[in-house]
């Protein structure tokens, strides 16, 4: 196989012998049009004065700076800008229950959310400060159904990016189960009944 660099040379050589051979028709069709046109630009150039052309690149100048300029609130009185409202953790968690079909990162941000629940739960049931309690969801009286201990470890201990998904997925192929497709109805009753025998 030829090496890029001695391709590129003969190449070259092969378009300056092509163009010595046909310098003349070279001169006729491209070189002689080129010069007659830049002849013909310089002459009509000359016959502009010169103020004309000042005044015309002044009002150029002026029209591209005036599209910069905002006109549509130039003349109005400022609005006052509302802060929009605090956003509170139930109404975030009600946004990534809406989100949550149609991905696997908000199924995680939910699962985490009420991991955090569960693990508040616990460390009020055993009397400690929730910050010291990390690891697994244990503690006393706390039994899950598996699905629900799954689910809730998954949100603390592990990653969305523990289960991906491919990018390209065909209609009728149904994406694997994880613990984080639990139903949220029945840890969220399982959670109630938690926190029902802390009273």
């Given amino acids: 196989m030829i090496p890029r660099r001695w391709l590129t040379v003969v190449v070259v050589a092969a378009a300056l012998i092509v163009s010595y051979l046909l310098r003349d028709s070279i001169q006729r069709t491209v070189i ?10 310089k002459l009509y ?9 000042w005044v015309l690149l002044v009002i150029a100048v002026f029209v591209s700076m ?28 009600a946004h990534w229950m809406k989100k949550s079909p149609g991905g696997i990162y908000y199924k995680w941000l939910i699962a985490n959310r009420l991991g955090k629940t569960a693990r508040e739960i616990l460390a009020q049931r055993d009397g ?15 039994n899950p159904p598996q699905k629900i201990d799954d689910y809730l470890e998954t949100g603390l201990n592990g990653s969305f990016a523990d289960f991906p998904r491919p990018r390209w997925m ?3 192929k149904i994406p694997k189960p994880t613990p984080l497709d639990a139903d949220l109805g029945q840890v ?9 025998t802390l009273r």
């Fill in 32 to 41: 002689l049009p080129l010069a007659f046109l830049w002849w013909l630009l």
């Fill in 45 to 53: 150039y000359r016959a502009v004065p010169q103020l004309i052309l």
């Fill in 66 to 93: 005036l599209r910069l300029i905002p006109t549509n609130n130039i003349f109005r009185r400022r609005q006052k800008i509302e802060n929009m409202p605090a956003v509170g953790s139930i109404e975030n968690l």
């Fill in 128 to 142: 400690q400060s929730v910050s010291k309690s990390f690891g697994r969801l244990s503690g006393r009286g706390w």
């Fill in 170 to 172: 065909l209609p009728w």
């Fill in 188 to 196: 969220v009753d399982y959670l109630e009944n938690e926190m029902e």
